[in-house]
T-cell receptor, first 112, second 111 residues
Framework: QKEVEQNSGPLSVPEGAIASLNCTYS??????FFWYRQYSGKSPELIMS????GDKEDGRFTAQLNKASQYVSLLIRDSQPSDSATYLC????????????FGTGTRLKVLA | EAGVVQSPRYKIIEKKQPVAFWCNPI?????LYWYRQNLGQGPELLIR????????DSQLPKDRFSAERLKGVDSTLKIQPAELGDSAVYLC?????????FGPGTRLTVL
């Protein structure tokens, strides 16, 4: 079992729709969770962080965390073609180590 | 505020040759990371520095890879000799607290 699992996609959504990106993780030692956006040929860009159970909103982005289910998600409202990218989920393990464990990412395509 | 700076952006070498990558972190960030990212994969940690101390180098292939962070600011990652399988993007990141920021990366091609 991979430490971080993401559906590789592509996830295709029409412009203006809500894109829902999901991530599960195996290590309960993960305490903080980060979402990165990576455009093709570019480096990862931090877009959201979430530290406690529940929802956290920032503009069109909402991160959701459920530690009991070991599940974290990212919702993108009013999706735009410029949101087309790969989204990487990265839990931070702090028990016994201090390491960000990156998933392989979900490729999102927003269709105009 | 300037971001993480890396150079070179691209490097093409022949196998068995040496190569070095340089990174200057965001000012004031005492934690520096080197990652390797293969196509279609997430970044994988090679080494983490707290100031000038390498606190996690468990994933660094020490037979051919070395790194240093003199004076606790900029850092160099070296591969000697390079192998075909080292072709990847090498990313440097820095953090102050838990939010980590990446540089643009160096795309290495080994022929």
């Amino acid at each position: 079992q991979k430490e971080v699992e993401q559906n590789s996609g592509p996830l295709s959504v029409p412009e203006g729709a809500i894109a829902s990106l999901n991530c599960t993780y195996s290590d309960r030692g993960s305490q903080s969770f980060f979402w990165y956006r990576q455009y093709s040929g570019k480096s990862p860009e931090l877009i959201m962080s979430i530290y406690s159970n529940g929802d956290k909103e920032d503009g069109r982005f909402t991160a959701q965390l459920n530690k009991a289910s070991q599940y974290v998600s990212l919702l993108i409202r009013d999706s735009q073609p410029s949101d087309s990218a790969t989204y990487l989920c990265a839990p931070l393990k702090i028990v016994g180590t201090y390491k960000y464990i990156f998933g392989t990412g979900t490729r999102l395509k927003v269709l105009a | 505020e300037a971001g993480v700076v890396q150079s070179p952006r691209y490097k093409i070498i022949e196998k068995k040759q040496p190569v070095a990558f340089w990174c200057n972190p965001i000012s004031g960030h005492n934690t520096l990371y080197w990652y390797r990212q293969n196509l279609g994969q997430g970044p994988e940690l090679l080494i983490r520095y707290e100031n000038e101390e390498a606190v996690d180098d468990s994933q660094l292939p020490k037979d051919r890879f070395s790194a240093e962070r003199l004076k606790g600011v900029d850092s160099t990652l070296k591969i000697q000799p390079a192998e075909l399988g080292d072709s990847a993007v090498y990313l440097c990141a820095s953090s102050l607290g838990q939010q980590q920021f990446f540089g643009p990366g160096t795309r290495l091609t080994v022929l």
